[in-house]
């Protein structure tokens, strides 16, 4: 079945140190998307990409990174420089940008140790 | 810039009542609209779209009406079960140069007693 998988599904980060969250999809959509969502305040866009080795800061992009390097494939790094990382944290793709629905990973959630 | 605004929740309903989740929306350009379902420690599955006014989206009993004069997209649904116990949210996709990305709203809790 065609989907997107997220890992790990609970993670956990000491202080000074970076994470990286891992998202594949098998849907061969060409658009990525990474959100962060934490209680009472929706989905924020952190990063997206339209196409492979191209992606653009969202809303909400200070301390983290990306890389888009395979199609499949669009890893979010949560930095050090993140100070408020504890969230569940969502990837999305989409056929393309614009209206096309987005289908959903099952999150990971990232706790400060 | 774009966003939406959904009721507040949680909100705690008895099984077999109707339910309607409100939902307005602000958008540069002439957006699709989307419902969306969380249940606890899961991703967002899409419950219903709409992509132009008057356009109504259905799926499992739930309805909502793309409504461009009222900017609204309330979800419906006539007998709710315990099982429809999940977060939902509102979002909106703007084709007018806005964000990119679905605009989410904040959600509303909703709770069903047996």
């Known amino acids: 079945d065609g989907g997107i998988t997220q890992s790990p599904k609970y993670l956990f980060r000491k202080e000074g140190q970076n994470v990286t969250l891992s998202c594949e999809q098998n849907?061969?959509?060409?658009?990525m998307y990474w959100y962060r969502q934490d209680p009472g305040q929706g989905l924020r866009l952190i990063y997206y990409?339209?196409?492979?080795?191209?992606?653009q800061k969202g809303d909400i992009a200070e301390g983290y990174s990306v890389s888009r390097e395979k199609k499949e494939s669009f890893p979010l790094t949560v930095t050090s420089a993140q100070k408020n990382p504890t969230a569940f944290y969502l990837c999305?793709?989409?056929?393309?940008?614009?209206?096309?629905?987005?289908?959903f990973g099952d999150g990971t959630r990232l706790s400060i140790l | 810039g774009d966003s939406v605004t959904q009721m507040e929740g949680p909100v705690t309903l008895s099984e077999e009542a109707f339910l309607t989740i409100n939902c307005t929306y602000t958008?540069?350009?002439?957006?699709?609209l989307f419902w969306y379902v969380q249940y606890p420690g899961e991703g967002l599955q899409l419950l219903l779209k709409a992509t132009k006014a008057d356009d109504k989206g259905s799926n499992k009993g739930f309805e909502a009406t793309y409504r461009k004069e009222t900017t609204s997209f309330h979800l419906e649904k006539g007998s709710v079960q315990v099982s429809d116990s999940a977060v939902y949210f509102c979002a909106l996709s703007d084709t007018g140069g806005g964000a990119d990305g679905l605009t989410f709203g904040k959600g509303t809790h909703l709770i069903i007693q047996p």
């Open positions: 849907l061969n959509h060409d658009a």
């Open positions: 999305a793709s989409s056929l393309d940008r614009g209206r096309q629905p987005q289908h």
């Open positions: 958008a540069t350009g002439y957006p699709s």
């Open positions: 990409s339209q196409i492979v080795n191209d992606f």
